[in-house]
């Protein structure tokens, strides 16, 4: 391809060319198809082939009678003349205008394509008469009264060569299909006032949520007796009713129902109209679940007026195009739509969230280019290409919890474009009815798109209302023809009944709960609420998947994005649900585990033999401790075929998740293939596709052994780490050898931690809380607090917080001390926590009774008094420093203990000695979970599965344990010469410690037995702070 100097003078070549015609008459201004010619040329330059529909589609140019004809009925939309596109799917938008236009001034011009732009989440759109260009930013929402001139760059054909490098980066297809434009646009117009920057599915799921409500409302006031109390059935009529409504409208805009049929409705009562249109014409044509006869819905009594604001906003001067919104952007729409509930209190209607979204304040829309790669990866291997059409539909996909439908639509253009292809490839056969050979390209019918709904495509969801719009997402791909509307009566568009039976492989249930849970808990039975909620789901009955089970044994793959939320948040509004799920999947014992978890574990046996499960999934589960049970299970089960993970967490729109896509094989691979993508969320879509399949080009991927792995936490990001590691897990864990235990934890920080002023000889100190400066309270009403200040390798233990301690420790026992005797003991301490009790009550839960109110209302590790090994639980590298101080404890929030079997000088100082070495401090930050500003959480579940040669301490005897134990007493009592030393005796002492710290990390690696090309691998990456300048920073 082109470089872009010769891009540039190609295009200097075709200004020329233009400029002579024009200045010879020989431009016939009149006709669009010259316009088009010269575009044409225009876009060969920038390296699109505009005879390839698969790159540009170029729309029908229509006379000016019929243009005149869609002005009459209110339409003043004209599809563009040219779309960008990779595959089927539409980037872009160029709309080519007579010369008559004037394209500077024109608004409607500018409105029209800014809309359709926007319509499909473009960056921007084009309009040009090749005489003129405007680039139209498309990132906010479009106004018809808007200025031609706003959010747009504009250039007369003399400007185009001074301005190349903006017309480059806005047309070379390689720059569009990098995600270039996506970034230019990322942050455009934030400033300007009156501006909404959002995209169309946030936009329109709010516009049908205040709907939603008013329509409720009425419902409501007019049909008691239908309704009945019953919020459920409610929400069930509302949301058929949107459906039909929203369908109805795309079917106008794809030309097979009249436009502007609702507005017509609107003449003579819409709803009248429209119930009986459901009942006869829609219900004749259609049929479907869509189209489903509803009998309680035809005898609803709802107002015309509540239809009104949302019939304005189906029709210009909406901004929404419907003729190119594509489908999976409705089922965002509806994702994010359907995250609220209907709520009914004293007949009043409001919405809420529901609990799967609470914490992540609402539903967002997964990426159109983030399903189809993970569609296409899970699918690879199947050869669904080169199998021929028996293999395809014989192939069943479950997407078991399916939302709106985002992945099974994805799945439809997927698995069409691979009959499309097979067909190209041996043309006729025994399916050939369900094609249809266009001037283009072969397309499916009609009967060919239902026949690959029903044959391979599934899904199923616990939300009556979710499954509805999946149906109808499904639905709207059978008539979604648009670009082929000269064929419509072939692919059988006008017949009778064409969405018979579509969507009914959709079913209806809570994937993860059989009904064995009505024998495991029957009360459940008498409990209507949660037994409806519940709402259980037999995979093997004969109305759901039985068949699938008899003759294939399972599912050949599942996909999707199951919900993130804790299990643990479902044991109030689903209790049922959450004891079930504990008790059923060995991997959700941990009620901290998400949603995935259970729902990779039940992907496990609704598989066939060699099925295979992709899902987006969080990775928190790779590292944390409540991930042990699915790492083991995956484990055992030889499951993990390939991870893609995403080191941007902003894939999701306003959301911040670290995800990656999960690739499990039940065919047990011998390989497991592993790559990070690092790319900006704009450049992410380019990333992905320039990242073959693993199958079709391995070099692109790290490659593990399956035994590289196991219960213990995952770290994928070093392979060589990773590898090392493995080997050196045979020496044992820490975990096995020593225990990482947690500091205690006060009523409230903010009233008992104490910064220390001073402390005098009446045993009484003076300190600051964050209630009071210069309280005065007894020494032995408190204890010192070490916390995570000033932290360093073998720092010294003393600390300048104490906490109030109301509690005696004796014989190992943890001893309540009541207020009064409290009081008694310690006055002054006891008239400090009085003057606030009040405060301290307001702000933290307490105990109720008048003796124990202050104590703490959780007690852990109290009678933890002997000498121990301190850690930070938050630094750039571990730390490990040794106190003796029987009387010390730890914060709970952010300093860690280690408790030895033997609490000798020796053991003691050689584990410190080991937790600071460049060894550890790798191995711990590979596996800890990253924080901003270089720091990690090494959290007891990151600590303890480490390696550690657990057999040289329970040796005893080992002389290199020994010397580990002697240098980091040597480094301990030279850095306390440090600080109190004149900066020339300290550079002295700086050289002597560093080459303590070199020698204690010859004397690590010796312990861990590494050869020289071992202890290389953490020599190159090192410590993250230098031992000796962390000192210099704390002078």
Aim: aromatic share 12%; glycine share 4%; charged share 30%.
């Amino acid at each position: 391809m082109a470089g872009s100097i010769e891009r540039k003078e190609q295009l200097s070549r075709l200004i020329t060319k233009f400029n002579e015609f024009k200045k010879d008459n020989r431009l016939d201004t009149s006709s669009e198809q010259t316009i088009r010619s010269w575009l044409d040329r225009f876009l060969l330059i920038f390296g699109w082939d505009v005879k390839d529909t698969s790159q540009i589609l170029q729309g029908k140019i229509l006379s000016k009678e019929e243009r005149t004809r869609l002005r009459a009925i209110g339409s003043y939309a004209e599809f563009p003349d040219y779309s960008f596109k990779r595959g089927n799917e539409k980037l872009l938008f160029l709309d080519a205008k007579d010369i008559d236009v004037n394209i500077r001034t024109d608004k409607a011009a500018a409105f029209q394509i800014k809309s359709y732009g926007w319509s499909i989440s473009a960056p921007c759109s084009f309009t040009s008469n090749f005489e003129e260009l405007a680039i139209y930013d498309c990132t906010y929402i479009p106004n018809k009264d808007q200025e031609p001139n706003f959010g747009r760059i504009y250039f007369t054909v003399d400007q185009y060569l001074d301005n190349f490098e903006i017309i480059d980066n806005h047309f070379f297809k390689d720059n569009i299909y990098s995600g270039i434009l996506n970034e230019l646009y990322s942050d455009t117009l934030k400033a300007v006032p009156g501006i909404v920057r959002t995209t169309p599915d946030l936009n329109f799921a709010q516009q049908l949520s205040n709907f939603r409500l008013k329509l409720a409302a009425d419902i409501i006031k007019n049909n008691e007796e239908i309704i009945n109390d019953d919020t459920e059935f409610l929400a069930y009529l509302v949301q058929v009713i949107i459906n039909r409504i929203i369908f109805i409208r795309v079917c106008e805009a794809r030309k097979i129902e009249k436009e502007g049929l609702l507005l017509e409705f609107k003449k003579t009562g819409f709803w009248q109209a429209f119930t009986a249109s459901s009942y006869s014409n829609f219900h004749e044509h259609y049929d479907g679940p869509l189209f489903e006869k509803i009998r309680e819905l035809q005898k609803l009594s709802i107002s015309d007026d509540v239809f009104r604001p949302l019939l304005e906003y189906l029709y210009y001067p909406s901004p929404y195009r419907f003729d190119v919104i594509p489908t999976k952007l409705l089922s965002d729409i509806y994702e994010i739509f359907l995250s609220k509930k209907l709520v009914v209190k004293n007949k009043k209607v409001t919405d809420e969230l529901k609990l799967e979204y609470l914490k992540t304040n609402g539903a967002v829309s997964t990426p159109k280019y983030i399903v189809h790669d993970l569609i296409a990866r899970t699918l690879y291997s199947k050869a669904l290409d080169s199998e021929g059409f028996e293999k395809v539909f014989a192939t069943k996909i479950l997407d078991y919890a399916c939302g709106s439908g985002t992945f099974l639509v994805e799945l439809f253009d997927y698995l069409e474009a691979v009959l499309v292809k097979i067909f190209q490839k041996i043309g006729n056969s025994n399916f050939s009815r369900l094609f249809l050979k266009t001037d283009s390209q072969p397309i499916l019918t009609l009967e060919g798109k239902r026949f690959l709904i029903e044959k391979c495509i599934y899904g199923v969801d616990i939300d009556p209302e979710a499954v509805e719009v999946a149906r109808m997402s499904l639905c709207l791909k059978v008539i979604d023809s648009y670009e082929f509307q000269e064929n419509y009566r072939q692919i059988g568009m006008f017949g009778k009944k064409i969405l018979k039976e579509v969507g009914l492989n959709v079913k209806c249930g809570n994937s993860l709960v059989s009904e064995d849970i009505l024998k495991k808990y029957p009360e459940i039975k008498d409990d209507h609420e949660q037994l409806f909620k519940t709402n259980t789901f037999q995979w093997e009955s004969p109305d759901n998947f039985k068949k699938i089970f008899d003759e294939s044994k399972g599912f050949d793959a599942i996909i999707g994005n199951p919900p993130y939320v804790e299990v643990k948040n479902y044991n109030v509004e689903f209790p049922y649900t959450h004891k079930y799920m504990k008790q059923a999947y060995v991997t959700a014992t941990n009620g901290k585990v998400d949603m995935a978890i259970p729902f990779i574990e039940r992907a496990y046996s609704l598989l066939n033999s060699s099925g295979k499960l992709g899902l987006i999934v969080q990775k928190r589960f790779f590292k944390t401790d409540y991930g042990k049970g699915i790492r083991e299970f995956i484990v055992k089960h030889s499951l993990l075929s390939q991870i893609i993970d995403f080191r941007t967490n902003e894939i999701f729109k306003g959301r911040s998740t670290y995800v990656c896509f999960l690739i499990l094989d039940k065919s047990k691979p011998s390989k497991i293939y592993y790559q990070e993508i690092d790319a900006k969320p704009q450049r992410l879509e380019s990333a992905l596709l320039s990242l073959k399949p693993a199958e079709k080009c391995p070099s692109g991927f790290v490659e593990f052994p399956k035994t590289a792995l196991t219960k213990n936490p995952w770290n994928f990001e070093d392979p060589e780490l990773l590898t090392l590691k493995t080997e050196l897990l045979k020496l044992g864990t820490f975990g096995e050898k020593l225990c990482v235990k947690v500091g205690i934890q006060a009523l409230w920080d903010q009233a008992y931690h104490i910064k220390v002023k001073k402390i005098f000889k009446d045993k009484t100190l003076i300190g600051d809380t964050h209630l009071e400066s210069d309280i005065r309270i007894e020494v032995e009403a408190c204890r010192p607090l070490l916390c995570n200040e000033k932290f360093y390798p073998l720092r010294n233990d003393s600390t300048e917080t104490y906490v109030i301690f109301p509690y005696d420790v004796q014989s190992k026992k943890n001893i309540p001390i009541k207020f009064d005797e409290f009081c008694s003991r310690f006055y002054r301490a006891g008239q400090y926590l009085k003057k606030y009790k009040r405060i301290i009550q307001k702000n933290v839960e307490t105990f109720s009774d008048d003796q124990e109110w202050h104590l703490y209302t959780r007690v852990q590790n109290h009678i933890e008094t002997y000498p121990k090994v301190l850690i930070p639980m938050t630094s750039n590298d571990t730390y490990g420093s040794v106190t003796k101080n029987p009387h010390l404890y730890c914060d709970n929030a952010n300093v860690y203990f280690i408790k030895l079997p033997i609490a000798s000088d020796k053991y003691l100082y050689a584990v410190a000695g080991v937790l600071n070495s460049t060894l550890f401090s790798v191995f711990a930050r590979a596996n800890a979970n990253p924080q901003r500003g270089g720091y990690y959480k090494f959290n007891k579940q990151f600590i303890e599965p480490m390696p550690f040669p657990k057999d040289a301490f329970d040796a005893g005897q080992n002389k290199i344990m020994t010397q580990i134990s002697d240098i980091s007493k040597a480094i301990e009592e030279k850095q306390c010469l440090y600080f109190s030393s004149s900066p020339k005796k300290r550079i002295q002492l700086a050289k002597i410690s560093r080459e303590l710290w070199q020698n204690l990390d010859e004397n690590v690696y010796q312990l861990y037995g590494l050869s020289k090309t071992q202890k290389r691998v953490f020599e190159t990456r090192g410590r993250k702070i230098d031992r000796i300048e962390v000192l210099e920073g704390l002078i």
